[in-house]
């Protein structure tokens, strides 16, 4: 697609429920970030794809989050048991490595957890 | 580790004027640096990549500079608009380019008041 593509743009979820936030990458892009923001505050990284690599899942807070990607293309983003803290915009972003790394970014998947 | 700093936090100027945004990163090196906007609500949109071999880039009103010894980037944007008002975040990638690493600052939020 001509963009990163991210759904659903908004989650209301109760506490408790499991969640499955997607992400489309630019077509070609091998690389895939996935960062959290919570509300006025900064870009917290979560997990990064590159290729055919393992993934770095350093950044996944606890073990209620999960995120897999699927033929290289699109990312699934799962939390389980979801609490309030959840809460936040979360933006997924991909890039290239044959046109200087830039970055670019989804719109976001609002969750809030009530 | 890489720590990178914006300052101001947040700015506040009249329409026409010409602004100097800063970005300062601990560790010189980096593969490139970035700076994005990110207006309420909505993800990021990249404006200008920088390479570490590169001193500057201009989009525009907008101009990027890198001194990659002093551990500096400055955003300038010229006759400032009020459709300039929004966060604006810089990043940089080390020098290994290993998208998991990257760093972003914490923003400089602009007002520009008509």
């Known amino acids: 697609g001509a963009g990163v593509s991210q759904s659903p743009s908004n989650k209301v979820t109760e506490k408790g429920k499991d969640v499955e936030l997607r992400c489309d990458p630019i077509?070609?892009?091998?690389?895939l970030y996935w960062y959290r923001q919570s509300l006025g505050q900064g870009l917290e990284f979560l997990i990064y794809?590159?290729?055919?690599?393992?993934?770095?899942k350093s950044g996944l807070p606890s073990d209620r989050f999960s995120a897999e990607r699927t033929g290289g293309s699109v990312s699934t983003l799962t939390i389980q048991r979801t609490q309030q803290e959840d809460s936040a915009v979360y933006l997924c972003?991909?890039?290239?490595?044959?046109?200087?790394?830039?970055?670019?970014f989804g719109e976001g998947s609002w969750l809030t957890v009530v | 580790k890489q720590e990178v700093t914006q300052i101001p936090a947040a700015l506040s100027v009249p329409e026409g004027e010409n602004l100097v945004l800063n970005c300062s990163f601990t560790?010189?090196?980096?593969?490139?640096l970035q700076w994005f906007r990110q207006d309420p609500g909505k993800g990021l949109t990249s404006l200008l990549l920088?390479?570490?071999?590169?001193r500057e880039q201009t989009s525009g009103r907008l101009n990027a500079s890198l001194d990659k010894s002093s551990g500096r980037s400055t955003l300038y944007i010229a006759a400032s608009q009020p459709g300039d008002s929004a966060t604006y975040l810089c990043?940089?990638?080390?020098?290994?380019?290993?998208?998991?690493?990257?760093?972003f600052g914490g923003g400089t939020r602009l007002m520009v008041k008509p």
């Open positions: 794809f590159q290729g055919n690599s393992a993934p770095d």
């Open positions: 920088i390479q570490s071999s590169q």
């Open positions: 560790d010189s090196a980096i593969y490139n």
């Open positions: 077509s070609g892009h091998t690389a």
């Open positions: 990043a940089v990638r080390p020098w290994n380019n290993a998208g998991n690493m990257l760093t």
């Open positions: 972003a991909s890039s290239s490595d044959r046109i200087g790394n830039t970055i670019y």
